[in-house]
């Protein structure tokens, strides 16, 4: 950060595809509103990488864009996907390329119930619960491998804070197709994703971390993880509650309110925090930080949906508040509130017809974004 | 099935704990009564398995009982699971041991919504899915390890269709503590559960099957499971529709009556149909089967809430629904129905106070049991 007077960020922007870059220049706007009150400044360096890059140059992200990006005090995101490139290139050659590059171990998702985002559930309008999920792991390290007669793989795997190294050999008889894939979790991992979990709700003022596994069926993985974690939390004065996943999914459906902080292996958090961007009323409104101790990365949930990608359709609110928390990890506090703030104004004072388009109201992917940027002029 | 002009099957039944103890019996009634009605009749089995004969003896399942198990018709389960047992130790040792051992590689979970049982989705009272699970492999297949320098395994393992063998050896820099497990998938193994599943889906009258991984991000093993369960669906003349799991999980609680029959990996059946179990209104009602070449085995999905067993509570219909599964799969359809029939009409028909306890009634577990079993006999 600087160390002149006026506090200046350079933030990289990767607006990805579809949507993303609809989405993106209006939590632009959000921030440089806020940067106007709250006396920051704030400049921009865009970045070209997502489905038309690659499809141009055959290039998904490389490492000097990553040097480039680590130099950006943070990395705002749109979204990433499209139909004319095969599944899993650009998702895993440019979201987990970044989150593994920047050791970005947490990823943060916080679920809050809105006014105006009716959700499915007869209960559900009092959501409130941050989806803390380990964001280096598990079986998301891309070691796997698919053969013809079982599945030999040399094994290298390099993350800034540790490296492993190894084989996996396995045969099966009868000969056949086969595929193995490996899920990995280790003490640093784990505590370090717990003691933010910890921190977290302590700020929210809570005592209990809800920890989700499936140790029952998948013991030395998701024992081992509950054993550090309770190591974890006792050390922190907290209170750790085990459940398996598949009894929190039940549980969430049935009565999220009861839910505050839940902890959760990267897998398991990836299919419970979309479970409660559906609970809490959609994909519009969810945000998320990947957070490391070097650069950290902010994007909104949803996808690219390319369907509706220029038509003015997308709701911008998942990228404005993914925009509030990056001023919020940047330690402007304030300009944070203030978005967060004015999106929750947009909403509970809007008619039904000055809602969003995908809320269904009338407004569209700027004209949302000129409601809330006002708001946070006031 | 023996031979003789009247059908006699030998039932296993191992009511385990808890509430388990409670609603096996009500099912078996149940399969009384429709065996009066059909012209059948039934002998049982009982097996003594559980925390109770765990704790006084120390055998969990030994491979005798299994044995034993393996001259009946089909087996009949209650529920596993006391809070003085660590966990896992049951679960595994029984449940999943039966499951492995008869290679019960189909775990069907229908989710149906019935009249008096609300959901508490503003649309989930439409609910008529079936998730397909398959329940022989993936993570499940228990090859993990935890250790304080790195990982080394020896891998064997058994089951009936095929043997695995092989090791994994890892090692970490900077050593620390750290556990890995592996995930598996043969073209076996996915190869016969979309065969299942397509059966399912052609007697169901529909033509596509939903399949839920998580390839983006895991691609080994899962676009491994979707490369060989298209080249079964193709050769069966029906659609696969793709899709993650995480979005699958949104996609339910936004809108679950869009589905009919979910093909999953272990894992995610296992999340799925909880999920499913808490939108279509709770586990009172849900049923299960583990369908095998050999010995299959019928058990409500629920637990065996320890903290109401023995108090009239429990609710047997997801007991008697595993009743019914199971007279199908004996190939008594009428039996079936009659079974399934009655559960309907007895929650159609009744009072808000003749229902369970559980669903907000006043009739206890034995009440509930013997409405049900007037209902066949009529
Ligand atoms: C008890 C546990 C091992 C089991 C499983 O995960 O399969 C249970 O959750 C189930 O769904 O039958
Ligand atoms: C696109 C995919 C690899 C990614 C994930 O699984 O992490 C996405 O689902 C998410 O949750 O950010």
């Given at each position: 950060m600087s160390k002149t007077d006026r506090r200046n960020y350079l933030i990289g922007l990767l607006p990805g595809d579809g949507i993303g870059r609809d989405v993106v220049p209006e939590a632009c706007k959000a921030v440089e509103?806020?940067?106007?009150?709250?006396?920051?400044?704030?400049?921009?360096?865009?970045f070209p990488y997502g489905a038309e890059h690659y499809l141009k140059t055959g290039e998904v992200l490389p490492d000097e864009a990553l040097e480039e990006m680590?130099?950006?005090h943070a990395l705002l995101q749109g979204a990433i996907g499209d139909p004319r490139v095969s599944p899993g290139i650009l998702e895993r050659g440019i979201l987990l390329k970044t989150r593994f590059y920047f050791d970005q171990y947490v990823n943060l998702r916080p679920t809050l119930s809105f006014p105006g985002v009716p959700s499915p559930l007869k209960g559900g309008d009092c959501v409130d619960i941050a989806v803390v999920r380990e964001n280096t792991e598990d079986l998301y390290?891309?070691?796997?491998a698919a053969s013809s007669d079982g599945v030999r793989m040399e094994i290298g795997m390099k993350r800034p804070s540790y490296e492993l190294r190894g084989f996996l050999n396995l045969s099966v008889d009868p000969v056949m197709d086969m595929a193995a894939q490996i899920a990995l979790a280790t003490k640093l991992g784990v505590s370090r994703i717990t003691r933010y979990a910890c921190a977290l709700a302590r700020q929210r003022g809570e005592k209990e971390i809800v920890l989700a596994t499936k140790s029952n069926a998948v013991k030395e993985l998701?024992?081992?993880?509950?054993?550090?974690?309770?190591?974890?939390?006792?050390e922190e004065g907290l209170y750790l509650k085990l459940i398996n996943v598949d009894a929190l999914c039940y549980q969430l459906v049935k009565d999220p309110s009861r839910f505050g902080v839940i902890l959760c292996p990267n897998l398991?958090?990836?299919i419970v925090s979309d479970l409660l961007a559906g609970i809490a009323g959609g994909l519009g409104l969810c945000a998320s930080a990947n957070i490391g101790d070097g650069l950290s990365m902010f994007e909104p949930v949803h996808g690219s949906a390319p369907e509706i990608a220029g038509t003015g359709r997308a709701n911008p609110l998942a990228a404005i508040l993914s925009a509030s928390l990056m001023l919020e990890h940047l330690g402007e506090q304030q300009a944070s509130g203030a978005v967060k703030g004015a999106v929750y104004m947009y909403l509970r004072d809007s008619s039904s017809c000055e809602l969003p388009i995908e809320l269904g109201g009338s407004k569209t992917t700027s004209q949302v974004g000129d409601a809330v940027r006002s708001m946070i002029e006031e």
């Open positions: 509103a806020a940067a106007d009150r709250f006396d920051f400044s704030v400049s921009w360096k865009k680590g130099k950006c390290i891309g070691l796997g998701y024992g081992f993880w509950e054993g550090i974690a309770q190591e974890v939390v006792s398991f958090g990836d």
